[in-house]
């Protein structure tokens, strides 16, 4: 024997190895915007989990994963886009920062 120990990985559902955490819940955290702006809504790890349209969108709308609103994006939406939930799930690594073009009235969900 080497007197290393062994090592099983085990990945059950819901599982995020690397950012190593068990995502065991829906809930997340809620950031309404309601101007053109651009609007840092986590930092770091995490997941988008919903964007809720409360009012006909109006201008684009744009999901980066990173601190500023450039860079990777995760997610755009046309503007005019109907009051609707859009069920994204999607991981993020840097951060998640929205950029609304207008006034466009949304709530962003995020979480671990």
């Not at 995760?74 to 009051?83: C, D, P, R, T, W």
Request: proline fraction near 2%; include cysteine; charge should be negative.
């Amino acid at each position: 024997m080497s007197g290393y120990p062994i090592v099983e990985q085990n990945v059950r559902a819901g599982e995020d190895v690397a950012a190593d955490v068990q995502r065991i819940s829906d809930s997340g955290t809620p950031t309404y915007i309601a101007t053109a702006t651009t609007t840092l809504v986590a930092s770091g790890r995490g997941v988008l989990k919903r964007i809720i349209v409360s009012e006909t969108a109006a201008g684009a709308i744009t999901v980066y994963d990173n601190t500023a609103g450039s860079g990777t994006i995760i997610a755009l939406f046309k503007a005019s886009i109907i009051e609707q939930s859009f069920e994204i799930g999607a991981d993020f690594a840097v951060g998640c920062t929205i950029v609304t073009a207008a006034a466009s009235k949304i709530t962003v969900i995020t979480g671990a």
